[in-house]
């Protein structure tokens, strides 16, 4: 395997875990903007999240679709502390 193939292979990867942490954040954004929107965003995010590493292997980005993966499982436990917190807070 050449330099620039396992350069292109990382590149690959982060790409996917970015477009995944990028779906959170336009959470956050639209939190921020409009609470009634967050529950319909959760449900399409939720699809995305677990869409697009299907997407990505099937079209032979192994790198990618580990990627996005490892985005899911990141937002999951994002998603996870995040509601946590707020249970926790509703109770105090």
Known sequence: MSQGQNDGSLKQLWLGIGIALGIYLLGIILLVASSSLILPYMLLAGVALIVFPIVAFSMGKKRLGQGAL???????????????????NLGG
């Open 70 to 88: 490892i985005g899911l499982g990141l937002n999951i436990l994002l998603f996870s502390a995040c509601a946590g917190i707020l249970i926790s």
